[in-house]
T-cell receptor
Framework: GENVEQHPSTLSVQEGDSAVIKCTYS??????FPWYKQELGKRPQLIID?????GEKKDQRIAVTLNKTAKHFSLHITETQPEDSAVYFC??????????????FGQGTILTVHP | GAVVSQHPSRVICKSGTSVKIECRSL??????MFWYRQFPKQSLMLMAT?????????EQGVEKDKFLINHASLTLSTLTVTSAHPEDSSFYIC??????????FGPGTRLTVL
């Protein structure tokens, strides 16, 4: 089955700096890669996603890049703010076969943005 | 984005009792919902895939007789933890799939078994 590795496990930055979180996946058939933000005790919230037919997607301060050949994708947050502090999860899924729609999550990254 | 509700948000029960958790998609129809379990400071672990009108598909190592899943309509899936024990205490989260692949999560249910 799919295996998703996420790094780093913790990331500490100063307000205004950029933050980058990286994930690798094992199944070349995976074609959907969402990123979720989870605050303590709350639900994971979808912040951005990318499909395998594009290499990059941007939404204001957040961007995701995908390298299908190397099987890795990254989350980039620019101009970080204290409210960006949370746990971020990457995930991968494929849109066909018995695993249709199942998300495999990375281990999570605890991001702390210091004022 | 789409809204998913989950009820109850928190439940405390005695060992040996059963607990039912409901997951609803409020503004869209979801033929597929997923149930996850999350331990403190850990990632989400998929327990089962719930398909409307058919039997759930359980992940390896998840006891289907212990965690009963019913997906009776396009907006409701339920997870029943039967004969709960302290080791079943956890944060249970559902998600509903909108369209081909996007999943939206419920707020989660904190289960404590005494």
């Amino acid at each position: 089955g799919e295996n998703v590795e996420q790094h780093p496990s913790t990331l500490s930055v100063q307000e205004g700096d950029s933050a980058v979180i990286k994930c690798t996946y094992s199944d070349s058939a995976s074609n959907y890669f969402p990123w979720y933000k989870q605050e303590l005790g709350k639900r994971p919230q979808l912040i951005i996603d990318i499909r395998s037919n594009v290499g990059e997607k941007k939404d204001q301060r957040i961007a995701v890049t995908l390298n299908k050949t190397a099987k890795h994708f990254s989350l980039h947050i620019t101009e970080t703010q204290p409210e960006d502090s949370a746990v971020y999860f990457c995930a991968a899924s494929k849109g066909s076969g018995t695993s249709y729609g199942k998300l495999t999550f990375g281990q999570g990254t605890i991001l702390t943005v210091h004022p | 984005g789409a809204v998913v509700s989950q009820h109850p948000s928190r439940v405390i029960c005695k060992s040996g009792t059963s607990v039912k958790i409901e997951c609803r998609s409020l503004d869209f129809q979801a033929t597929t919902m997923f149930w996850y379990r999350q331990f403190p400071k850990q990632s989400l672990m998929l327990m089962a895939t719930s398909n409307e009108g058919s039997k759930a598909t359980y992940e390896q190592g998840v006891e289907k007789d212990k965690f009963l899943i019913n997906h009776a309509s396009l907006t409701l899936s339920t997870l029943t933890v039967t004969s709960a024990h302290p080791e079943d205490s956890s944060f249970y989260i559902c998600s509903a799939k909108e369209g081909a692949d996007t999943q939206y999560f419920g707020p989660g249910t904190r289960l404590t078994v005494l």
